[in-house]
């Protein structure tokens, strides 16, 4: 019973599969951290490599930070008590590629923990391997563009969107379960936390899918040429998407963040019903306007900063 005591002691509410340092241990925070640092490393190299161009930077500042105001927007599973909210890695990497995309949402999510406690800091690591790195350099690549291949169609962005989402979700909150029993921290029953997870991020994926489907049609719609550039160069003519999506992020912060549910996510649902406490719930942050306005703000600026210095390396590079 000791582990359960330190989570109902010391869990801050976190979103989706967001990790608190009370389900950690420190060797296997630290080698989630070593994980995600290799990834991220690897996405540079690419990005450097690949040179998208200068006109896509404001692209990847702009999604990032619309995702970071979609991140504050729980949605109620009806009949469930429980909520949920886009990860976003399938719908960053269909628009940036997936190096890009897992840089612009990691920077989302050092963002989220350092500047708003979502997220311990010794569960960084394995937030990033999660929510950013499992979508964008696995499931994107193997999954999402083999079935939107040979060209996108109406259809394929649909099931690519749901499927993809999915799947990622699954193995997702798989991790969090693999990763929360080899801590030996929270002494939560493997089997018991497997069946609660999977379910509840299931439907949660079916959401996000949904969302991600009917985001990437309008883009498609408007600049069809998006989806086919994420892996190779970029499209021409992004100032109206950049200005739209900059419009969703406002909206999303400074309006639909009023009306966020603030049932239990779905890893909080999860160990609530494991342990029975219902003070993993009542240190819980709700959701504003302000912060969110602020935090959009600073995920743009990082990854506009980011986007243009590692331009700015390779182009040093390349006059080497």
Known sequence: MSGLCIIKNNYERDDLMHMADALLSPAVGGGMYAASAAAIAYAVTKFKKDDPG????????????????????????????????????????????????LLALAAVLVIQCLFFADGGLLALGCNIFNIAVIPCLFIYPLLFRPILSPSPTAKRIWIASIVSVVIALQLGAFAVVLQTTASGVALLP????????????????????????????????????????????????????????????????????????????????????????????????????????????????????AGFIIQASRKRRTRQ
């Open 190 to 305: 493997f089997t018991a936390f497997t069946l609660l997870m999977q379910p509840i991020h299931l439907a949660i994926g079916i959401v996000e899918g949904l969302v991600t489907a009917a985001i990437l049609s309008f883009v498609f719609a408007a600049r069809p040429q998006i989806l086919t550039a994420a892996a190779d160069k970029p499209a021409k003519s992004l100032r109206p998407l950049i200005i739209t999506f900059a419009c969703i992020a406002a909206v999303t912060a400074v309006v639909l963040s009023l009306f966020a549910s603030q049932t239990p996510d779905g890893l909080e649902w999860s160990i609530l019903n494991l342990t029975g406490s219902m003070e993993l719930t009542e240190s819980g942050r709700e959701a504003a306007p302000i912060p969110g306005i602020v935090g959009a703000v600073i995920v743009f600026a990082v990854a506009l900063a």
């Open 54 to 101: 200068e006109s896509k930077i404001p692209l990847m500042a702009v999604s990032g930070a619309m995702v970071f105001a979609a991140q504050m927007i729980n949605f109620t599973i009806p009949g469930t008590g429980s909520s949920g909210h886009i990860g976003g890695g399938i719908l960053l990497a269909a628009l940036l590629g997936p190096f890009a995309g």
